[in-house]
T-cell receptor
């Protein structure tokens, strides 16, 4: 079966531009997570959805970051007025249920802000 | 909140030797501890996980041990092969009012020399 799919794989944005990153989770997975991974670091939690409900957005760095999952499946992470410090790999992951069930990651979107 | 520390940051071994990576966590309520392998340009892939009701789990050449009292857990890879070369991340499930999220260590870059 298909895994978690993210698009685009690479995105170059000029500082100040808005970007939208897409995540298609594994079909039937209830939980969806977004993580940010800086070069040489571990993934850092951004936000979490259970179906269409955004239950935790405590990791979003600023109000320029916004995530949605309107129909409980595909999710979009939007970053407004991008800045150089936003450059990172953005990882999406899904799991069948909430809690201690395995998290399956996509290959990420590498965002470079110039 | 949960904090996960991982050591060493880099590890170089000869093919056939064993490799051990250690992690500590801070939240005694954490009950799920997965390990991920990340290859260049790819997302983290789950290789083994352990729940707090067991002290050890094995899967072929990979084993994980958990000491809840000391709040540390370790990954053991035996008979290492060049294809084991990658970055390995430990994680702990941080439980909150809105469900759980994985908190990751900083990663260990494992190099297996033929």
């Amino acid at each position: 079966g298909a895994g978690v799919s993210q698009s685009p794989r690479y995105k170059v944005a000029k500082r100040g531009q808005d970007v939208a990153l897409r995540c298609d989770p594994i079909s039937g997975h209830v939980s969806l997570f977004w993580y940010q991974q800086a070069l040489g670091q571990g993934p850092e939690f951004l936000t979490y959805f259970q179906n269409e409900a955004q239950l935790d957005k405590s990791g979003l760095p600023s109000d320029r970051f916004f995530a949605e999952r309107p129909e409980g499946s595909v999710s979009t992470l939007k970053i407004q007025r991008t800045q150089q410090e936003d450059s990172a790999v953005y990882l999406c992951a899904s799991s069948l249920v909430q809690g201690n069930s395995p998290l399956h990651f996509g290959n990420g979107t590498r965002l470079t802000v110039t | 909140g949960e904090n996960v520390e991982q050591h060493p940051s880099t590890l170089s071994v000869q093919e056939g030797d064993s490799a051990v990576i250690k992690c500590t966590y801070s939240d005694s309520a954490s009950n799920y501890f997965p390990w991920y392998k990340q290859e260049l340009g790819k997302g983290p892939q789950l290789i083994i996980d352990i729940r707090s009701n067991v002290g050890e789990k094995k899967d072929q050449r990979i084993a994980v041990t958990l000491n809840k009292t000391a709040k540390h857990f370790s990954l053991h890879i035996t008979e290492t092969q060049p294809e084991d070369s990658a970055v390995y991340f430990c994680a702990a499930l941080s439980l909150g009012n809105q469900g759980g999220k994985l908190i990751f260590g900083q990663g260990t870059e494992l190099s297996v020399k033929p």
